[in-house]
C-alpha cells in the first residue's frame, strides 16, 4: 500500500514539474502595448530579420497585433534596399537595432497616425542567441513630434536570416458559404449611449484600390432579407448600424456609422477603426474591428469594439480583379505623416531659409513644385517645411471659406478628389491626388481664422 502511494505521488510529481516546464518554456513572442495619440494598442506578434540601414547591417524587430506575412517582408525589405522606410498592418512597432544589441531607432504608426524615425529616446536592449533574439525597448513619453508616444515592450523570436523568407501565405479557399450561423458581439456606443449590434452579413463589392473588397454590415434590425443591406443599413433602415469596407487581407477603406443617439448620420470616420485577427478563408470571414477607445468625429463620439463571424461564398467574377489591373509592388510605402522621412536622426524642424535642413524625400514621379501650391488669398506666415514635405499657413477666414476656396484653386491647378471631404466648422480634412502626388489638408480654426496643414507626397521641393 505505501509502495503505491509513493509511486502514485511520484507520478502527480512528475506530471506538475513537466506541466510547469511547458509553462516556462511557452514564452510569448511579443507582450507589451504602444501608446499613440492617446490610444494604446496591445503587440502580440513580432518579426525580427536581418537587414541593411544606411549603409549599417543592422537587426529590425517589427511588433504587431496582427502577423506579417510573407509578402509584406518582401515590401519591406524592397523598401530598404532602396532606402526607404517599410510599412506594415497597423497597429506596429518598428525597432532596429545595431549589431551590437544597441537601438539604433524606431517607428510607429496606429490609427490614422504615424511616427517617422526617432533616436535617443528610447532604451532597450536586443540578445542573439541559437537563432533566436530576445530584448526589450521602452518609451516612457516621447514628445518630439506631433503626437505623444510611449511604449513598453518584450520579444522573444526567431531571427530571419538576409537569405531567409517567410513561408508563402496559404492561398485563401473560396467555395460555398460556410455553414456558420452569423453573430457579432460587443460595444458598440454613440455619444455614450449603447447600440446593440445583434445582426451581421457579409458581402463581395466592386473592387477597390486595384484590390478585391468586401461589405461588413452590422445592424440592431435584422437585415438578412435586404437586396442591398449597406445602403438601408446607411439610411438607418435597421436602426443603428456599422458598414465596412475592408480587404481580404483586413485593411479596412471605408466606414460609415449611423447611430440614433447622433445627430450627423451615416457620417465617415476612415483611420479611427482597425481590424484585428481578420480572416477570411473556407466560406467565412471572422474577426474584430475596434476604436481602442472613444472617437470624436467632427464633434460626434463614438466608440467599437466587437467580434464577428460570418458566412461568406467565392468571390463572383464581375467583383474579381482582372490579372492586368493587380498592383504592381511597391519599393516605398506611401504615408501621409509628416515625421516619416528617410534620417535616423532626431526630428528637427529646419530654419526659415532651409538651413540645416537635410534633403527631403523625392517621391517616384516627383514634378509638380510646392512652392506651386495654391493657398488663401490672405496667407500668411507661410513655412515650406521640406524636411517633412509639409506646408503650414495661417488665414483670417473661417474653416469652411478656406475649405471652399482651397477646392476650387486646386480644381483649377488639375488636383481630383481622392474620397469625400469632410468639412466641419471645428475640424475639416481635404485629399486630392494629381498624378502619384498626393495631399491631404487639414483645417481648423485657430487666433480668430484658421489654421492649414498639407502633408504632400509626390511633390518637388527644391
Known sequence: MTTRFISLLMAVSTMGAAALFAQEGATKPAEGTLTLDEKTYTLKHALAYETTIDNEEAIEVVLSNQAVSAEQLKEARAAEKEGGDPNFRRPFLRLVFKQTGEIKHWSAAAGGTSIGRRSGTATGELKLQDGRV??????????????????????????????????TSTVRKGGPAANVTPSV????????????????????????????GMALVFTEKDHSKEKKPDTGALFGKFGSALIISIHEDGGIYGCQVVHSAHQKQGFSSIGSIEATDFT?????????????????TFGEKWEVKIKFVAPLGEIPKEFQVAESKKPAQETKPATSDPDDYDDDADDTEPSANGSGAKPARQSAGAG????????????????????????????????????????????????????????????????????????????????????????TEGLSWE
Open 134 to 167: 530576445n530584448g526589450k525597448a521602452t518609451v516612457a513619453n516621447d514628445a518630439q513630434g506631433m503626437f505623444p508616444t510611449s511604449f513598453d515592450v518584450r520579444f522573444d523570436t526567431a531571427l530571419l536570416k538576409a537569405g531567409d523568407s517567410l513561408p
Open 185 to 212: 458581439t460587443g460595444v458598440f456606443k454613440g455619444n455614450g449611449k449603447e447600440a446593440k449590434l445583434a445582426y451581421v452579413s457579409a458581402h463581395w463589392r466592386e473592387p477597390f484600390s486595384d484590390k478585391t
Open 368 to 455: 509638380f513644385k510646392a512652392k506651386d501650391l495654391a493657398l488663401t488669398k490672405d496667407a500668411t506666415d507661410v513655412e515650406y517645411k521640406a524636411l517633412v514635405e509639409q506646408l503650414v499657413f495661417k488665414t483670417k477666414a473661417d474653416v469652411k471659406s478656406v475649405c471652399t476656396e482651397l477646392a476650387a484653386k486646386l480644381k483649377a491647378q488639375g488636383w481630383t478628389n481622392e474620397g469625400r471631404d469632410m468639412v466641419n466648422p471645428q475640424s475639416s480634412i481635404l485629399k486630392r491626388k494629381r498624378g502619384e502626388a498626393t495631399l491631404t489638408i487639414f483645417v481648423k480654426p485657430a487666433d480668430g481664422g484658421s489654421e492649414v496643414k498639407m502633408m
Open 280 to 296: 477570411y478563408a473556407d466560406g467565412r470571414v471572422e474577426g474584430e474591428l475596434t476604436t481602442n477607445g472613444e472617437v470624436d
